[in-house]
């Protein structure tokens, strides 16, 4: 049986037996001995994403140690609130901190635990979702929108309508307030440049 341990761009925890392109966790360990989840979706606010594989590690997904999570792509984990991990992506890593320094108009490349502190002020609300309202043709690409009880990425003049196992058919982008689910300061990382890995469904995409 699969394991409540793969995250929708909503940061919601649910089971999928399909496969993503990346791994992270959320600061530690949350998952019960039996495998299963409590009330808590966190452990603190170190919320990372990660290479499915890094120097031959070998780990077995929520036994000891932190809570393994999944992600479709990293677009759906900017979503979620994640950023990417400094010690396996660290040149990713650190291109998302010089863009975050641009956006801000910051002296100097912020530190993972400053970034993570705005981050989590963003993506939640007690222990809820937290959304942005933002007008649709402002969005850069790589954002992902909520519509009713669907999510959709924003690709060039399209939307995309995210699925556990991959991207919908494109609908035309158009123009309108939305609900937005990427944090606001991501919103301003990857209008600074910040080019996010997609799905293949995604890129396959004119």
């Known amino acids: 049986m699969p394991l409540q ?7 919601d925890l649910f089971e999928d037996s399909s496969r993503g392109l990346f791994m992270g966790n959320r600061g530690g360990r949350f998952h019960r001995g039996d495998q299963t989840l409590g009330a808590k ?5 170190q919320w990372i994403c990660c290479q499915l594989q890094f120097k031959n590690r070998q780990r077995k997904v929520w ?13 759906t984990a900017l979503a979620a609130g994640h950023r990417p ?5 660290r040149d990713d890593a650190t291109l998302f901190a010089a863009c975050w320094m ?18 989590h002020a963003e993506r939640l609300d007690n222990d809820t979702k937290r959304r942005h309202r933002r007008a649709l043709e402002t969005l850069p690409d790589g954002a992902l929108i909520a519509l009713d009880d669907d ?24 123009t309108r307030m939305v609900d937005v689910l990427t944090p ?6 990857l209008a600074a440049g910040y080019r996010p890995k997609w ?8």
């Open 102 to 119: 641009q956006a801000f108009k910051l002296p100097a490349p912020p530190r993972a635990t400053e970034m993570d502190e705005v981050l």
């Open 151 to 174: 999510a959709f990425a924003v690709r060039g003049d399209t939307l995309l309508r995210w699925q556990p196992s991959g991207y919908g058919e494109p609908r035309p982008r158009g």
């Open 41 to 45: 979706r966190f452990a603190s606010k």
């Open 5 to 11: 341990n793969r995250v929708n761009p909503f940061g």
């Open 199 to 206: 799905h293949c469904d995604a890129e396959s995409r004119p």
């Open 184 to 189: 606001p300061a991501t919103l301003a990382v």
């Open 63 to 75: 036994s000891t140690g932190y809570t393994e999570l999944f992600f479709l792509d990293e677009v």
């Open 85 to 89: 991990c400094f010690e396996c992506r």
